[in-house]
């Protein structure tokens, strides 16, 4: 991800540009796989849209932020995340998950 803000810093002209890959993922998948990296014991509920966006506002209020919006959550169930492009990362988040899976999740930013 460095390199990517690097090397676009250093262009003139207006950009965009995905930063992903080398793996992809659906997101009940990488659900599972940060869970299972962490040793987590999250469970996966499949809700309705707005049921679960109702318990992602409660969790906003416990936690004195935006949790999820309606665009994210819309955007997630129509693969808005998912890229076209080549595969612009180089560390696969498989791999990202086993270095850090100490501190991920040990507080909240």
């Not at 932020?65 to 498989?94: C, F, H, K, W």
Request: charged share 20%; glycine share 6%.
């Amino acid at each position: 991800m460095a390199d990517l803000a690097v090397n676009a810093g250093q262009c003139a002209e207006n950009m965009a540009m995905d930063a992903v890959g080398p793996e992809i993922y659906p997101f009940h998948e990488m659900v599972r796989l940060i869970a299972a990296k962490v040793h987590g014991k999250a469970r996966m509920v499949h809700l309705r849209p707005e049921l679960a966006l109702f318990f992602s506002r409660l969790a906003g209020y416990l936690v004195n932020d935006v949790v999820l919006t309606r665009d994210e959550a819309y955007g997630l169930m129509s693969n808005l995340l998912i890229s076209r492009d080549t595969p612009t990362g180089r560390t696969r988040l498989s791999d990202w998950l086993t270095w850090n899976a100490d501190t991920i999740g040990i507080r909240y930013a």
